[in-house]
C-alpha cells in the first residue's frame, strides 16, 4: 500500500461527521459526534461537516449549525428511505474523493458499523471501530484514536498516518452533546443521489421500528439490567416498571436471561451480546460471569443488586445492595413515583 | 449453493496479556477458542447446505494453530477447510484481512454466500464482514437475525436494528454477518469428531490467493496500534447497602438522588 505524500496529505482538510437518520430524524448521536468533531477543527483551524443521508429529512439540517457544524451537505432521496449499505456507501465514496476531508467519524450503531467498513475499503482508508478517545495532531492532522479492545481488558492508541482520511466510529452518549449555540450558522450544499448508486442493491421489503423505548441499549444513559436472579419473564415486567420511572432508562439482561427466553436478545449485554458503556448501570440478579463483565465494565456507576453478596458482579460494584430484590426494586420504584 | 464461512481463533478474553515491546498480544500460551460468534456463522452455513444442497467451506486466516478452530468446525459438519496462514499475513488490520480473504473466496469460486460472525471477540470491530463484501463489490447484510427465504440467485434476511429490525432482498452472490439469535449451535456428533481428526486442512499462502503483497499483512494495512495500555482502574471500594427491604431501597434511593439519577 503507497503511502501518502505530505503534499497528497495537506489536499485532506476538515473533520466530517456521517449523521445518523432514523425516521426522518437526526439522531443525538450526531449531536455529540458533531461537538467532538468542533474541538478537533478548532485544533487544525479547519470547519466541520456533516453529511445528512436520507428521505424526505423532517428535521432542518441547519439544526447542525448550532451544535457546531460549519457545513452541512444533504442528499435527500426517496432511494435512501431504508436502510441500503451499498447506496449510502458509493454515496459517501463520490463525497470524499469530490471533497477530500481529512477526518470522517461515524456512530458506532448498527447501521455506522455497517456502512463505514465498507466505504473505508471503498476509498482504501484505516478505520478504527468505538474510539473512546479522539484527539488530532494539530501540526499533521494525524488522529490519535483510543479504544477499547478485549472487551475493556486493555485500551489502544492507533494512528493512521500515512493514508487520508482517517476514519472512526464512536458509540452513542461516548461523547457528551455540546449545548446548542442557536446564532451559530453555516451553508448548506446539497448533493444528488446517481442512478448508478441504485445500481446491485439489496431491496428493502419490510421495517419494523420498535415502539418500546426500552429497547435501545445502545442509546440509552441507564441500563437496569437482570440475570438468573430474575427468576423469570415476571421479573423482567419488574425490571420494566422501574425502567420507567428512571428517566432514559434501558433493560438489558444477562445471557442466562436470554437463554431462558425471558427476554429478547436485542436486550443481552455481554460478550455475546452488545457492550455498553452507560453512565449508570444497575445489575439485578446477575452474579457477574466474565462473558458478562466484560459488556459493561466501562459503565461510569455499577450498581448490583443481589441476595448473595459475594458474586463477582457484587465485588466489582461500586455500590453493592445486599437482598432480596422483589421487595427492594418495588420500594424503590415506590419511592420514585412519590418524589 | 455454494457457502463459505469466515472463522477467526480468539484468545479466551479472561487472560488477555500484551507484550510492552511489541504492543502485541501474547498468544503463546493463552487459551484459543473459536469465535463465538462464529459459531453461530458455522451453524447456519450447516443449516442452509443441510436445506438446500451444495457445500459449506470454512475460511480462516491466522497462525498455524488456528488449524484447531477449522477442525472444530468441521466436526459439527462443514465440508472442507482452507487456512490462509503465512508470515507475510501477518500484523493485518481489519482492510488488509478483508482483503486476503475476499482474494481466498475468489480463489475457491463460484460462491453463492459468505457468512460471518457480527464480530469477532478480541477486536470487537464487525468491520470484516463488510470490508469482504466491499472487497468483492457484493452485497452485504449485517447483524442478521434470521433468514427468511432463499432461491436459487436470492436470500432474504431479516437485520437487527437498535430500532427494529428489516427485512432485506439480496441476490446472489452476498455476504452476510450474523447474530445469536439465528439459531442454536450444535454440539460435534461422534462421526464429526472423527471427520474432523481425518480431514485435511489446506494452508494457502499469499501466491495461492494471488495476493498484491502491497496490501496484506503490515504493509498492508492503513492502521497501526502505536501503544496499548490498561484501562484507568474502576475504583477504590464497594460501598455496601444492608438491611431490610425497606432500609435498602432508602438507602440505594439516596443514592440514587444524590447522583441525580432519579
Known amino acids: 500500500m503507497i503511502a501518502f505524500t505530505d503534499a497528497k496529505r495537506k489536499e485532506y482538510r476538515n473533520i466530517w461527521v456521517v449523521a445518523e437518520i432514523l425516521a426522518g430524524g437526526i439522531q443525538s448521536v450526531t449531536h455529540e459526534l458533531t461537538g467532538a468533531a468542533r474541538t478537533l477543527a478548532d485544533l487544525r483551524?479547519?470547519?466541520?461537516?456533516?453529511?445528512?443521508?436520507?428521505s424526505g429529512i423532517e428535521e432542518k439540517p441547519e439544526s447542525l449549525f448550532a451544535y457546531g457544524a460549519d457545513v452541512v451537505i444533504v442528499v435527500d432521496h426517496p432511494g435512501l428511505s431504508g436502510f441500503i449499505d451499498e447506496t449510502e456507501a458509493k454515496i459517501m465514496k463520490r463525497l470524499i474523493i469530490k471533497y477530500k476531508p481529512e477526518v470522517v467519524i461515524c456512530g458506532a450503531t448498527t447501521r455506522g458499523r455497517a456502512l463505514i467498513p465498507r466505504v473505508s475499503v471503498m476509498t482504501h482508508c484505516g478505520?478504527?471501530?468505538d474510539c473512546t478517545g479522539l484527539s488530532i495532531d494539530p501540526e499533521n492532522g494525524d488522529l490519535l484514536q483510543t479504544r477499547p479492545a478485549f472487551g475493556g481488558n486493555i485500551m489502544a492508541t492507533i494512528r493512521c498516518s500515512n493514508h487520508r482520511p482517517q476514519m472512526a466510529t464512536v458509540r452513542p452518549r461516548v461523547m457528551k452533546s455540546p449545548e446548542p449555540d442557536p446564532g451559530r450558522t453555516g451553508r448548506i450544499i446539497k448533493e444528488e443521489m446517481l442512478t448508478s448508486d441504485s445500481e446491485k442493491i439489496k431491496q428493502i421489503i419490510d421495517v419494523f421500528h420498535s415502539t418500546e423505548t426500552a429497547y435501545n441499549l445502545?442509546?440509552?444513559?441507564?441500563?437496569?439490567?437482570?440475570?438468573?436472579?430474575?427468576?423469570?419473564?415476571?421479573?423482567?415486567?419488574?425490571?420494566?416498571?422501574?425502567?420507567?420511572?428512571?428517566?432514559?432508562?434501558?433493560?438489558?439482561?444477562?445471557?442466562?436471561?436470554?437463554?431462558?427466553?425471558w427476554i429478547p436478545y436485542a436486550h443481552q449485554v455481554g460478550q455475546t451480546g452488545q457492550t455498553v458503556q452507560t453512565k449508570v448501570y444497575i445489575a439485578c440478579g446477575i452474579s457477574g460471569q466474565i462473558q458478562h463483565l466484560v459488556g459493561m465494565q466501562s459503565c461510569d456507576l455499577i450498581i448490583a443488586i443481589d441476595k448473595n453478596p459475594d458474586t463477582p458482579m457484587m465485588q466489582i460494584a461500586d455500590i453493592a445492595v445486599v437482598g432480596d430484590l422483589f421487595e427492594i426494586i418495588p420500594e424503590i420504584v415506590k419511592g420514585i413515583t412519590n418524589l | 449453493m455454494k457457502i463459505v464461512v469466515c472463522i477467526k481463533q480468539v484468545p479466551a478474553t479472561n487472560d488477555a496479556k500484551i507484550d510492552p515491546e511489541t504492543k502485541r498480544i501474547i498468544r503463546e500460551g493463552m487459551k484459543a477458542i473459536l469465535n463465538p460468534f462464529d459459531t453461530y456463522a458455522v451453524e447456519e452455513g450447516v443449516q442452509l447446505r443441510d436445506k438446500f444442497g451444495g457445500e459449506v467451506i470454512a475460511l480462516s486466516m491466522g497462525p498455524p494453530k488456528a488449524e484447531a478452530s477449522l477442525r472444530e468446525a468441521i466436526s459439527v459438519g462443514v465440508d472442507r477447510a482452507i487456512l490462509l496462514s503465512d508470515r507475510a499475513f501477518g500484523g493485518s488490520d481489519t482492510w488488509a484481512t478483508s482483503y486476503a480473504l475476499a482474494k481466498a473466496i475468489k480463489k475457491i469460486g463460484d460462491i453463492d454466500l459468505v457468512i460471518?460472525?457480527?464480530?469477532?471477540?478480541?477486536?470487537?470491530?464487525a468491520q470484516v464482514g463488510p470490508g469482504i463484501a466491499a472487497h468483492l463489490d457484493w452485497l452485504q447484510a449485517t447483524y442478521v437475525m434470521a433468514v427468511e427465504e432463499i432461491s436459487s440467485s436470492s436470500i432474504?434476511?431479516?437485520?437487527?436494528?437498535?430500532?427494529?429490525?428489516?427485512?432485506?432482498?439480496?441476490?446472489?452472490?452476498?455476504?452476510?454477518?450474523v447474530v445469536k439469535d439465528i439459531n442454536t449451535p450444535r454440539v460435534p456428533s461422534l462421526k464429526g469428531r472423527l471427520a474432523s481428526n481425518k480431514c485435511e486442512v489446506p494452508v494457502w499462502k499469499p501466491g495461492d490467493i494471488g495476493a498484491d503483497t502491497s496490501k496484506i499483512g503490515l504493509n498492508g494495512s492503513p492502521t497501526r496500534v502505536v501503544k496499548t495500555q490498561p484501562p484507568p482502574p474502576r475504583h477504590t471500594s464497594t460501598k455496601k447497602i444492608e438491611g431490610s427491604s425497606i432500609e435498602c431501597a432508602q438507602s440505594l434511593l439516596r443514592e440514587l438522588r444524590l447522583r441525580s439519577i432519579v
Open chain 2, 116 to 125: 460471518c460472525g457480527k464480530q469477532a471477540i478480541d477486536g470487537d470491530t
Open chain 1, 218 to 261: 445502545a442509546d440509552a444513559q441507564i441500563i437496569i439490567s437482570g440475570g438468573r436472579g430474575m427468576k423469570g419473564p415476571e421479573g423482567f415486567k419488574l425490571l420494566k416498571q422501574f425502567a420507567q420511572r428512571v428517566g432514559g432508562a434501558a433493560v438489558g439482561a444477562s445471557r442466562a436471561a436470554v437463554d431462558s427466553g
Open chain 1, 127 to 129: 478505520l478504527t471501530a
Open chain 1, 45 to 54: 483551524k479547519s470547519e466541520v461537516w456533516v453529511v445528512v443521508m436520507g
Open chain 2, 156 to 177: 432474504r434476511v431479516k437485520r437487527m436494528h437498535e430500532d427494529g429490525y428489516d427485512i432485506c432482498e439480496m441476490s446472489f452472490p452476498a455476504v452476510i454477518t
